[in-house]
């Protein structure tokens, strides 16, 4: 069955600060691969999918990146965080359903 | 578009008593629609979905979801709630555009289930 890996599980970073989140797939080869983000505990924002190497497209213009390097790793970056950048972070792939890593939750002070 | 709208922020209920969840679609054509779980400081679990066929739907841990074209609507139902199943639900759509599949969510519903 596919698996989603993602981490770390929790970060806290300053303002300012580089940002890298690492997100990797078993149990399935190019597949589609998703960023959300997850605001107060509620609704699931789209930031970025892939579908497949350095194929990326961003759902919302923002202050993060996304860069997909092999078939099965998929990464969200920031050069600077803001506080607005606070938020549960999660990784899907897609099968026959979107299936989801168990996500990290980035706190920027 | 295709979007979906999950009309209550909570929803209460007493364990043992029957659950459901409301969920309402707007889709252009066929819709393909998803029920997740989460619970705090987690993924999303996948419990369901419609695709096509029957308009009652089983999924895991008991659950199950029926599909009504006529109201546009696909609530998520459970006989008999327990404690363990209080936790935050999403219904989604699948939109498929230029090549890839993309889920767009419903802003959620808390789900507790008092003893």
């Known amino acids: 069955s596919q698996t989603i890996h993602q981490w770390p599980a929790t970060l806290v970073q300053p303002v300012g600060s580089p940002l890298s989140l690492e997100c990797t797939v078993e149990?399935?080869?190019?597949?589609?691969l998703y960023w959300y983000r997850q605001a107060a505990g509620r609704g699931l924002q789209l930031l970025f999918y892939?579908?497949?190497?350095?194929?990326i497209s961003s759902e919302v213009p923002q202050n993060l990146s996304a860069s997909r390097p092999q078939d099965r790793q998929f990464i969200l970056s920031s050069k600077k965080l803001l506080l607005s950048d606070s938020g549960f972070y999660l990784c899907?792939?897609?099968?026959?359903?979107?299936?989801f890593g168990q996500g990290t939750r980035l706190t920027v002070v | 578009a295709q979007s979906v709208a999950q009309p209550e922020d909570q929803v209460n209920v007493a364990e043992g008593n029957p659950l459901t969840v409301k969920c309402t679609y707007s889709?252009?054509?066929?819709?393909?629609l998803f029920w997740y779980v989460q619970y705090p400081n987690r993924g999303l679990q996948f419990l369901l979905k419609?695709?096509?066929?029957?308009?009652l739907v089983k999924g895991s841990y008991g659950f199950e979801a029926e599909f009504n074209k006529s109201q546009t609507s696909f609530h998520l139902k459970k006989p008999s709630a327990l404690v363990s199943d209080s936790a935050l639900y999403f219904c989604?759509?699948?939109?498929?555009?230029?090549?890839?599949?993309?889920?767009?969510f419903g802003a959620g519903t808390r789900l507790a289930v008092h003893p």
């Open positions: 899907a792939g897609w099968s026959t359903e979107a299936f």
């Open positions: 149990g399935t080869s190019n597949p589609n």
């Open positions: 892939s579908v497949g190497i350095g194929q």
């Open positions: 889709v252009s054509g066929n819709p393909y």
């Open positions: 419609y695709i096509t066929g029957d308009n």
């Open positions: 989604a759509v699948r939109r498929f555009s230029g090549g890839y599949n993309k889920l767009i």
